[in-house]
Structures are given as C-alpha cells and as structure tokens.
C-alpha cells in the first residue's frame, strides 16, 4: 500500500480576513489584492511550483462597516477560480458556496462547468451560511433555523448529486460518420420532489472530469459533523491544538465509519497561520509582532460580534461579567462558536475584557518556528491522526514564502509530502476514488435529442 501523504491547502483572504484588520498595511500586499486577478495569479502560481493540493476560497455575502477589510471587497468565489483554472495547470481549486442562498440547479451546472474547464480540479466548500444578515440579501426577513439550513444542505447533495448523474460517462456519441451525437438511453432526468427542493433535470452538462467535484464541508455542530461524515470527501476545520485536533479527526472518521464509509476516504483539512523565522526565537518574535499590529483590541471588539449575528458588543460594561443572554443572538448564526465561547467565559468567570484577551491569546498558531521546528511539528500532527494535511492561510506574503521554500522542502525529504503530482486532478491527488455516475430514474427514451429528431 502506498505510504500516506500529507495534503496541503492554500487558503488566502488577501487584505485581511477575520482577526487580521490591518494586514493590508503590510507593503508586500497590494492594496486591492482581494479584488487584484494578477495577484491571486501570482500566490496561487506560488503554491502549485510548491505542489499544493489547493487553493481554499472561503467567502460570505453579508458585510458590515466592522467586517474585516477583504470581506468588505472581494471576488465571488466561482468567478475567481475560473480565471484561476487557465492560469494554472495542477493546483485544485475549491470555492466556498452556501446552500442556503443558491438553487441547486443553478450550482450544480457552475460547478461542473468549473470541473471542465479546470479539466478536474473543482471543489465546493459546502457551507450553510454562518452570517445570518445574509437573508436580508436574498428576500427573507431571517436565516434558517438549524434544522432546516442542515436538512436542506443534505437534501440539497442529494439534489446536486443526482443532477451530475445525469448523463452517464459516455453518453455523447458525437460520431460524424454516424451522424449520432448523443446516446439518449445515457440521459436520465431527476424528478426530485423533496421536503425543501423539486427539480427535473435532467442537467445541461455532461458529467465532468473528476465524475463529480470534491466535495469539502465546514460547520462543526453535531448536525454540521453528521453532514459532513455523510456526504463529504474533505472536511475544513479548525484545530486550536494537538489533541483537539485529534479528538475531532477520530470523531469525524469514526461518524464516516458507523454510517459504512471508509474513513481513509474523507480527508481532514484545519486550518492554520504559521509563523518562520531563522531560529525559533525569531518565530517566536515574528507572530508576537504580527498578532500585535494586525488587529488592535478595538478591532477584536468590534468583529467579535460576528458569530453572535454581528451582535454589538460595545454597548456592555468590558469589566463586567461575559454578557450570556447575547448568545440568544447567535442562534442562527455561528452557533457553535458562540456557544463554546460563552461557556468558557462562565466556566473561568471571565470579563467581557478578559474573554476577548482570552481569544486573541487562543489565536496563537501551533506551528511557530525554525523551518525544521514547524516540519517536526506538522509530521508530529500528521502521524498522530490530528489531520490529514493544512490549509495554510497566506498571512503575509514573506511568510507564505518561507513556508513554501523552507518547511516544505523538508517535509519532501522527510518522504510525507509529494515532489511532483501525482495526478491532474484534485481528486487523484487527495488520493480520493472517482464516484461513478448513479442515475435516479429510468432512461427516458422520448427526448427529442438524436440528430434524426
Ligand atoms: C472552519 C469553518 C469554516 C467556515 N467557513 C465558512 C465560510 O467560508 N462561509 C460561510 O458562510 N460559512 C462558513 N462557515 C459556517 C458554517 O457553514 C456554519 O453555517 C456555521 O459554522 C454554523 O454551523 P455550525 O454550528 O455547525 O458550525 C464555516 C464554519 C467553520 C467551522
């Protein structure tokens, strides 16, 4: 059996994402990279010369004046990773896209268009939209309760899935002499009539590369894990340190495993800031100076409010006890966040004050060092099951850098990171099988598609 690889993922929000308000003051970020085509050529270039796995676009659509400034102005994610797809020839491309706000039809097509263009390297992030304020972008007065947002996100697969299979892989004939373009016994319509979504199919596309794109999920509630360990073939986390990385990768793996998965099959993905330096010391001193410039504690305040809804929390007392009754306002928002945030300001009797400096301490990345140091590390984490691989946010460019020139040269000569590609697509390359194409319905032999119709 070939030896288990580590995966690396390449996840990058430009100017500034969540914690990191001034990254943009940084001279080796242009001032519009989240928006600047060129530049995210030129990263993305950067981790497929280092043989990256991916690149990891996460996304949201609802912005507020306290929101992190490459949310406030950034590229749609299936627009970008088109232009990303001819840019680049080896390097997977997968885009965060919400089940609550897209039809399944209209997603299913743009995916699969993105897996032909790329010719097999599309993935979808599957999320259920942690930013409640988003339903006010789409018509509704309030996002969906979790149950619904996690039992139209798993009718919403079954939906997508089917419409993938609805051409069979060697459908389209395309024989001039023939005159037979396409075999109709291979085409095969929906008819999906579900609790949330009625769709006829059959899709127009033929099915795509990879059979299907791979499949990533992020949302870490029992029903987000149950979603996941379902239907996902990759899962993108967070892992604060070794052993809650480990609990949650046996903890997605045995879920995959009682539902009759094999648990090799779905890939575990945290994702991580690293900090290089020459010595630790140096390292050490790097993510010191970086935590410290890149937000201010006013800032911290002002985005904390986001897994609450975006509820406002200047307006209590910082000194006194964590205000619990404002997890009321996360019940449709990160939940799960909120929740394990307000519990550990209770447990401990924290402040407002002290919960927040809580949070910017928990910040810390575990993977801070000489490049060796950071190598050892990541195997350390590798081979103890607390991942299967990174996904490494760019940060700072010059960071970004040193990993790609430094740590993972020596994750090559360690043996646990690949030196070439293994395959051209994202799937091969994770090391995940083609799904085959599983129509729902009986062919229909009456659609009028034959070249003599
Ligand atoms: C690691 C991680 C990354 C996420 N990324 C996104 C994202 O890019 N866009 C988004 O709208 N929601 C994102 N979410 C939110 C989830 O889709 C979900 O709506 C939210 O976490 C609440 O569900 P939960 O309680 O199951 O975690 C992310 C969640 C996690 C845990």
Redesign the pocket.
């Known amino acids: 059996m070939a030896q288990r690889q580590l995966k690396l993922g390449l996840v990058t929000t430009g100017v500034g994402g969540p914690g990191d308000s001034n990254r943009w003051l940084d001279p080796d970020i242009p001032l519009d990279a989240s928006v600047n085509i060129d530049w995210y050529i030129e990263v993305v270039r950067q981790a497929e010369a280092a043989k990256f796995d991916l690149v990891f676009i996460?996304?949201?659509q609802y912005i507020t004046k306290d929101s992190p400034p490459h949310y406030l102005n950034r590229l749609e994610p299936l627009t970008l990773l088109s232009a990303l797809a001819v840019a680049t020839t080896h390097i997977g491309l997968v885009g965060?896209l919400?089940t609550s706000y897209n039809a399944p039809f209209n997603l299913a097509r743009r995916l699969a268009s993105l897996d032909l263009i790329s010719k097999g390297r599309a993935g979808w992030?599957i999320?259920?939209?942690?930013?409640a304020g988003t339903a006010g972008n789409y018509g509704r007065d309030e996002h969906f309760d979790y149950e619904t947002?996690y039992g139209r996100a798993a009718e919403y697969l079954e939906v997508v899935r089917g419409l993938w299979s609805s051409y069979e892989e060697d459908a389209f004939v395309r024989d001039r002499s023939t005159g037979v373009f396409l075999d109709p016994s291979k085409l095969h319509p929906l008819n999906h009539k579900g609790q949330y979504f009625s769709v006829k199919g059959p899709l127009n596309i033929q099915r795509s590369p990879q059979g299907e794109p791979v499949i990533f999920q992020?949302?870490?509630?029992d029903?987000?894990r149950n979603l996941g360990a379902a239907v996902a073939d990759a899962i993108?986390?967070?892992a604060a340190s070794f052993e809650q990385g480990q609990a949650f990768y046996g903890d997605i793996k045995e879920r995959a495993a009682k539902l009759g998965r094999n648990p090799d099959q779905i890939v575990v993905l945290p994702?991580f800031t690293l900090y290089i330096g020459d010595t630790d010391e140096e390292a050490r001193e790097a993510e010191q100076h970086y935590r410290k410039v890149d937000q201010s504690f006013e800032q911290t305040l002002g985005e904390f409010g986001r897994s609450f809804g975006w509820h406002d929390f200047r307006q209590y007392d910082l000194d006194a006890p964590f205000p619990v009754q404002a997890l009321e306002f996360a019940k449709t928002s990160?939940?799960?966040?909120a929740k394990r945030i307000t519990e550990l300001a209770v447990a401990r009797n924290l402040t407002l004050r002290q919960t927040l400096e809580f949070g910017r301490a928990a910040r810390g990345s575990p993977f801070v060092g000489a490049p060796e140091t950071v190598a050892n590390e990541i195997i350390r984490w590798f081979e103890g099951r607390a991942l299967d691989g990174l996904n490494v946010h760019l940060g700072h460019p010059s960071q970004f850098t040193r990993f790609t020139q430094q740590v993972v040269p020596i994750l090559q000569e360690r043996g646990v990171f690949r030196r070439e590609y293994e395959d051209k697509t994202l799937r091969g390359n994770l090391g995940l099988e083609k799904p085959r194409a599983k129509p729902r319905t009986a062919t229909v032999d009456h659609l009028p598609i034959s070249a003599s119709a």
């Open positions: 996460v996304d949201s965060t919400t992030n999320v259920t939209s942690g930013d947002r992020a949302g870490d509630s029903h987000g993108f986390t967070h994702g990160f939940y799960t966040a």
